[in-house]
C-alpha cells in the first residue's frame, strides 16, 4: 500500500455531465499529480499541484482542472465529459525536494456513456 | 510524440526464463529512469529505477541495463515467475521530476 488513497473507485457518467474526483497523498508528501490511463496505454500526465498551485500541466485541455488543499489532498475536475474521458485516473504524491520518486493511488475508473 | 518507445507490447515467458522488455528515448534532457509494475485493478509501483552515470543497476531478479549512447534501455526479469505477471512500464523523467511512459508491456508468465 502506497498510502495514496483515491475515491470513487468506479463511476459511469454521461457525455457532457461534469465529474469530480479525489484523492488523499501519501504522509508528509506536498505535491500531487494526475494521470490519465486509457485501456491499454501508459499513463498521461495531466497536471501537478505544489503547494496548492499548478506546477506542471500536460497536453489536456483547459475542461480538466484541479484543486490541491492546505492538507495537500486534491481534486480532478472534467467538465463536459466525452466519451473518449473513459479511462483509469491515477493520483500520484511525491515530497517536492526529496528525489524521483512518486506513489500512485489505485486509480477511479470513469466511463463516459 | 511519442518520448519514450516500449517494446514489446506484449511477452510471454516460462517459468524460471528471462523476461526483456526494452525502451528508447529521445530527450536528450532526461536523466531518470524508472520502471514501474502494474497489477490489473492497481496503480503503478515503482519497481527498479537508473540515472545515467551508471550502466547497469540490479536489485534481486531485475536488472536495468542503460546504454546513454544509443538512448536506450532495458528491464531483464531472471527467473521469472507466474507472480511476475504484470504490465511493465518504462518512464523517463527530467528536472522536473515527471515521468513520461512508455506504452507498456504485458508479461505473462507460464508455470
Known amino acids: 500500500e502506497t498510502g495514496v488513497t483515491q475515491s470513487p473507485t468506479h463511476l459511469i457518467k454521461t457525455r457532457g455531465q461534469q465529474v469530480t474526483l479525489r484523492c488523499s497523498s501519501q504522509?508528509?508528501?506536498?505535491?500531487v499529480s494526475w494521470y490519465q490511463q486509457a485501456l491499454g496505454q501508459g499513463p498521461q500526465f495531466i497536471f501537478q499541484?505544489?503547494?496548492?498551485?499548478?506546477?506542471g500541466r500536460g497536453n489536456f485541455p483547459p475542461r480538466f482542472s484541479g484543486l490541491q488543499f492546505p492538507n495537500y489532498s486534491s481534486e480532478l475536475n472534467v467538465n463536459a465529459l466525452e466519451l473518449d474521458d473513459s479511462a483509469l485516473y491515477l493520483c500520484?504524491?511525491?515530497?517536492?525536494?526529496?528525489?524521483?520518486?512518486?506513489?500512485f493511488g489505485e486509480g477511479s475508473w470513469l466511463t463516459v456513456v | 510524440q511519442q518520448q519514450v518507445k516500449q517494446s514489446p507490447q506484449s511477452l510471454i515467458v516460462q517459468k524460471g526464463g528471462i523476461s526483456i522488455i526494452n525502451c528508447a528515448y529521445e530527450n536528450t534532457a532526461f536523466d531518470y529512469f524508472p520502471w514501474y509494475q502494474q497489477f490489473p485493478g492497481k496503480g503503478p509501483a515503482l519497481l527498479i529505477a537508473?540515472?545515467?552515470?551508471?550502466s547497469e543497476k540490479k536489485e534481486g531478479r531485475f536488472t536495468i541495463s542503460f546504454n546513454k549512447s544509443a538512448k536506450q534501455f532495458s528491464l531483464h526479469i531472471m527467473d521469472s515467475q507466474p507472480g511476475d505477471s504484470a504490465t511493465y512500464f518504462c518512464?523517463?523523467?527530467?528536472?522536473?521530476?515527471?515521468?513520461?511512459f512508455g506504452r507498456g508491456t504485458s508479461l505473462i508468465v507460464h508455470p
Open positions: 504522509s508528509g508528501h506536498n505535491t
Open positions: 518512464a523517463a523523467s527530467d528536472r522536473s521530476y515527471i515521468p513520461t
Open positions: 537508473i540515472r545515467p552515470d551508471v
Open positions: 500520484a504524491s511525491s515530497l517536492k525536494g526529496a528525489g524521483n520518486t512518486i506513489y
Open positions: 499541484y505544489y503547494r496548492e498551485e499548478e506546477n
